[in-house]
């Protein structure tokens, strides 16, 4: 089993210095211990360091995460904001471009064997403001930020965030990689970085959440937990005595208020009909932190049937109306779902949108992803399509019936 390395690094600007080498050297050995190298990527050697802040939530103050930080899940559902500590005090540095990345290699789980890798963000084209030293970017992210969501009774997946200086090539390249539609899951970062002609990363991070982590943690080793049978090593008090100068990247929150309206949907009863072959999740009175944010909204045309309704299949049968809210709700205002409960629909959902551009969203961040032990399928709702195929389902399975009545009684086709 992996061991992770639990680093204390005290990220306070100096100004008009140099970092230490001992911080570079332990978030490198940071990375080797908890085998990012070569998991993530196949070598290290940053020149800079790179700090990553999440906002204070109601149950934890801010968090400042150093290497191998044990966080909850509720803590990192917000964009964070990332510091890079350089101490390149030359002009070219105002001249420079930089891609950001963050990636689960943890998944489906950390304790399972064949892991693959989840693509939690990607941004580029990232230039330092020269008044402010933060880092500014004036294009959309190629991947928005997706909040980290382990599975519950998984070991803490590893949540590793790289920073890269920008090739020239990047912008022309990435698009043909990448973009809103791409499956995040089994997404291979390695192979990415090397066609998108990445060098090594210059900085690097990482940190740990486990959905079981229920209350907040210090984001400091002396406080932090770490997962079950996983040690704790020695802290090392750093100082950064020679840093030269702090880039921000700042990052924003949109909080969806959930609402309710009823649908109808061939296969499921109307709400409120007794019976109760479905659930329903009323929303209204869910507007704590599990309403967390809507990722920016696609601005592409919408493709042929797509609506405000999605169908969702391929669900573990114990899933509930709030465990698809905490999820689907990240992408905007709910106003209903709907669970199949009866021997057909088991397994299966309706998510029903305020808008259809959230949906189109959601479907194209959702489809394929891997939830309670199961990887779903998200799609519209075509109730004639839908309806069409259980048709033609139904049918096949009648006559198949009737061709082993036939051979059973030697009824023949005269």
Not at 306 to 325: M, S
């Amino acid at each position: 089993m992996r061991s992770f390395f639990v680093l204390v690094l005290s990220f306070l600007p100096v100004l008009h210095a140099q970092i230490n080498s001992t911080l570079l050297a332990n978030v490198t050995q940071a990375f080797s211990q908890a085998q990012i190298v070569p998991d993530v990527i196949s070598s290290f050697a940053p020149t800079d360091l790179v700090n990553i802040t999440f906002p204070a939530i109601a149950s934890a103050p801010t968090a400042s995460v150093t290497p191998g930080s044990l966080l909850p899940m509720n803590q990192t559902a917000t964009q964070p904001t990332f510091t890079l500590i350089t101490d390149d005090t030359t002009t070219s540095m105002n001249n420079e471009t930089f891609v950001i990345a963050l990636v689960d290699p943890d998944v489906p789980s950390p304790s399972g064997t064949g892991r693959t890798e989840f693509f939690h963000f990607l941004g580029a084209n990232f230039s330092m403001d020269p008044s402010s030293s933060n880092l500014v970017n004036s294009t959309p992210a190629v991947l928005e930020w997706f909040p980290p969501t382990p599975p519950p009774g998984d070991p803490p997946h590893r949540y590793t965030l790289v920073v890269y200086e920008q090739p020239d090539s990047f912008s022309d390249v990435v698009p043909t990689l990448v973009n809103a539609s791409t499956n995040r899951l089994s997404f291979n970062f390695s192979s990415f970085t090397v066609a998108a002609n990445l060098a090594s990363p210059i900085a690097g991070n990482y940190f740990l959440v486990g959905a079981d982590n229920s209350t907040a943690a210090s984001a400091t080793p002396s406080a932090t937990p770490t997962a079950t049978n996983q040690p704790t090593l020695t802290a090392l008090p750093l100082s950064t005595s020679g840093i030269s100068s702090i880039l921000t990247i700042s990052t924003s929150t949109v909080i969806a208020p959930p609402t309710t309206s009823p649908i109808s949907a061939a296969g499921y009863p109307k709400p409120m009909m007794g019976g109760i072959s479905f659930v329903i999740l009323a929303l209204l009175a869910h507007t704590s932190l599990t309403a967390v944010m809507a990722l920016a909204r696609p601005t592409t045309k919408l493709p042929p049937g797509a609506n405000r309704i999605l169908f969702v299949k391929n669900l573990n049968y114990q899933i509930t109306g709030e465990d698809l809210y905490d999820l689907f709700g990240r992408y905007g205002t709910i106003r209903q779902i709907r669970i199949g409960n009866e021997q057909k629909t088991r397994g299966t959902a309706f998510v029903v949108f305020d808008d259809v551009m959230d949906a189109k969203n959601a479907l194209e961040h959702l489809n394929g992803f891997h939830l309670q032990e199961r990887y779903i399928v998200v799609l519209y709702h075509m109730p004639a399509k839908q309806d069409a195929a259980a048709a033609k389902a139904d049918l096949a399975r009648r006559e198949e019936e009737l061709a082993a009545l036939k051979k059973k009684h030697n009824i023949g086709d005269d």
